[in-house]
């Protein structure tokens, strides 16, 4: 699979910053079909659906209670059967904290 990504999330007090590189290899017939980041239950717009071979941005979040633990999920699909995803959380506790997934 060809597919490469890194996603950084990043919570500022309710502030939450989402950037995204996702990626294929130009080279190939793979093309990214779908990716969703989802920030609390808030599906972001990530502007990568119907098939495309790259997918830079950002996108912004209000947490409305950022003292509670918000999740953080993602799922990449492509042409290929393979799925790529995964969760963590931005912790309520802490006034400023991230979450980074990456292929490497």
């Known amino acids: 699979m060809s597919l490469q990504y890194a996603?950084?999330?990043?919570?500022?007090?309710?502030?939450v910053t989402a950037t995204w590189d996702v990626s294929v290899d130009m080279s190939n017939a793979e093309i990214i079909w779908a990716?969703?980041?989802?920030?609390?239950?808030?599906?972001?717009?990530t502007q990568c659906s119907g098939g495309t071979k790259v997918?830079?941005?950002?996108d912004y979040a209000t947490l409305a209670h950022p003292d509670?633990?918000?999740l953080v999920s993602f799922v990449i699909t492509t042409n290929r059967p393979?799925?790529?995803n995964a969760s963590?959380?931005?912790?309520?506790?802490q006034a400023y904290d991230d979450v980074e997934f990456s292929s490497n």
Do not use: E, P, Q, Y
């Open 7 to 15: 996603i950084k999330v990043s919570k500022d007090h309710a502030n």
């Open 35 to 45: 990716f969703t980041l989802t920030v609390n239950g808030k599906t972001l717009n």
């Open 55 to 58: 997918c830079k941005a950002a």
């Open 68 to 70: 509670v633990d918000a």
């Open 82 to 84: 393979d799925v790529r």
């Open 88 to 93: 963590d959380v931005l912790r309520g506790a």
